[in-house]
């Protein structure tokens, strides 16, 4: 892994545990040991904790990879 993929690694899982107390479904469905995705993890996960609501953030549900989609249950 490459020093920059690292720093950004360190980044999102910092936001992350910033953020998933104060988000449900981050803290259900984000997958903090992924790589995919890191500048769009980070950019999320940064307004999430500056407040803006989910609602208003396009890619929020694109950073929850652990997310039912396409008629998935979940528990």
């Known amino acids: ?3 920059e993929k690292i720093e950004k690694t360190m980044q999102v ?3 992350f545990s910033d953020v998933a107390g104060l988000d449900y479904l981050v803290s259900r469905f984000f997958n903090p040991n ?3 995705n890191l500048d769009q993890k980070i ?3 940064t307004k999430l ?5 989910p609602s208003d953030i396009p890619d929020y549900y694109d950073i929850l990879e652990l997310y039912p989609r ?6």
Do not use: A, F, H, T
């Open 34 to 36: 992924s790589s995919k």
């Open 49 to 53: 904790k500056n407040g803006i609501p």
């Open 1 to 3: 892994m490459n020093d």
């Open 13 to 15: 899982l910092e936001l």
């Open 70 to 75: 396409d008629g998935q249950l979940w528990d």
């Open 43 to 45: 950019e999320v996960l």
